[in-house]
């Protein structure tokens, strides 16, 4: 969705509110595309706050499926957040002010473009099912939640290992 911002840099004071979408289904986040499943639409402040600059401010609510960083258990994470951005004539003129570019087009201010760059800095930091999920077991894949699988999980971790040996070394001092 673009929005023509021609018209408020034009005159000063004006205040626009629209509704506005986030049009696509996914976001990409480090390379990896998370669906979202829902997504309420965004009433999004447009003013011009004189000296050719135009504040956008609004909030956003969305919810995206994720897995828990644990034991990889499908999730629904809501996101919430508020946005504020300013935006200068000037640097929509001048190549140098490159911070406007990536969602600006001329004059038009690309609306998914923004929004989704501010859903990657809102982006949920850690994704666990519960705070003391338990996770998978690394040799037989079981949800740990659900039991202990009895595996010897201490063979496949190499920096474990090492641990290991320096135990080993030390007892064999102490028999010395
Ligand atoms: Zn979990
Ligand atoms: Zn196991």
Partial sequence: MLINLTDIFQS?????EQEVLFTPDEVVSFGETVQIVRKEPSIMKLSNEGKGKIAVTGHMDLTLAMVCDRCLKPME???SFDYEEHITEDGLTNPEDAD???YMDGFKFDVDQYLGNEILINWPPKVLCKDDCKGICKVCGKDLNLGECGCDDFVPDPRMAVIKDIFNIANADKEV
Avoid: L, T
Wanted: charged fraction near 25%.
């Fill in 100 to 102: 406007e570019f990536f």
């Fill in 77 to 79: 994470v809501p996101v």
């Fill in 12 to 16: 000063e004071q004006k205040i626009i």
